[in-house]
């Protein structure tokens, strides 16, 4: 299940609004019995949480990709790692390495 924050940032992402701080524009707080909006200061309406949780599928999406690529930067290495993984092997090699993985790491 996805989390409330993504959840909201798709619903502010389908509404126009590109970026959501969640220290100023949307405000949540977990009381033990799971997280809810406390304040809303953004200038789109309020949503419900039957229309966020219809943002359920594209959240999950979203969060499931950004585990490929923190993955992904993992496995590159570090640009002097490349630079070096380059200088030895040359770019093709490089090239070669960076497809497999992302065969190993396919985003949904």
């Not at 509404?15 to 997280?35: I, S, T, W």
């Amino acid at each position: 299940m996805a989390q409330l924050s993504t959840k909201i940032k798709e619903y502010a992402k389908a509404q126009g609004v590109a970026n959501v701080d969640f220290l100023k524009d949307v405000l949540l707080q977990d009381d033990g019995q799971g997280a809810y909006i406390k304040e809303w200061n953004l200038s789109i309406a309020k949503p419900t949480m039957e229309q966020l949780n219809s943002y359920e599928a594209q959240a999950t999406i979203y969060e499931n990709n950004q585990q490929v690529i923190a993955n992904r930067k993992k496995s590159y290495g570090t640009i002097e790692q490349q630079i070096e993984f380059i200088t030895e092997n040359g770019v093709e090699a490089w090239q070669e390495k960076v497809n497999q993985i992302k065969l190993e790491n396919p985003k949904e």
